[in-house]
């Protein structure tokens, strides 16, 4: 019976890339001079300082038009508010999120349902969804209207199997 699985993964070695591309334009853009903006990098968020709550937008700009050429989705961002740090300086966090929650589970396992495809099964495992049916262009339906709803996850479609 063919099955796959719906996931909402990063690829953390492209968000490194863009990181360091944007902390390079930053220590070479003359708009950047003296400002002391960076992005560092832990596993599972960023971490954007800069001397003004202006060069921090900036700063994030520029993240998010690296992280597009890399093709990495700005849905997986949660950007939280902007912080006063030591010095005067502006800090702001940024959340990668991965992993489909169980609000986002259901949600996906309520659009299945409500296509009403016969022989069409989902379940939620851990953060996937694991879709199941008796014939490939059903799920191939399941798959399109995947990606026309918005779920505020990015979805990757992956382990399809015949």
């Known amino acids: 019976m063919p099955s796959f699985d719906i996931v909402s993964e990063v690829d953390l070695q492209e968000v490194r890339n ?35 709550e202006d060069r921090l937008r900036a700063l994030y700009q520029v993240l998010e038009e690296k992280l597009v050429r890399r093709e990495v989705s700005l849905k997986s961002l ?41 022989g069409v099964t989902s379940q939620i495992q851990g953060e996937q969804v694991r879709v199941t049916g008796k014939k490939r262009d059903d799920l191939q339906q399941v798959i399109a209207a ?6 505020g996850v990015p979805l990757q479609f992956n382990n399809f199997r015949d």
């Open 78 to 118: 949660d950007p939280k508010g902007i912080e006063e740090a030591s010095r005067g300086t502006a800090r702001q966090r940024v959340v990668l999120k991965a992993g489909i929650g169980q609000d986002e589970g259901k949600k996906i396992n309520k659009l299945i349902k409500d296509l009403g495809l016969k």
């Open 146 to 151: 995947c990606k026309a709803a918005d779920f």
């Open 18 to 52: 863009a990181v360091d591309q944007a902390n390079r334009e930053a220590g070479t853009r003359f708009d950047f001079k003296g400002t002391d903006s960076t992005i560092e990098m832990t596993p599972d968020e960023l971490l954007l300082t800069s001397s003004t």
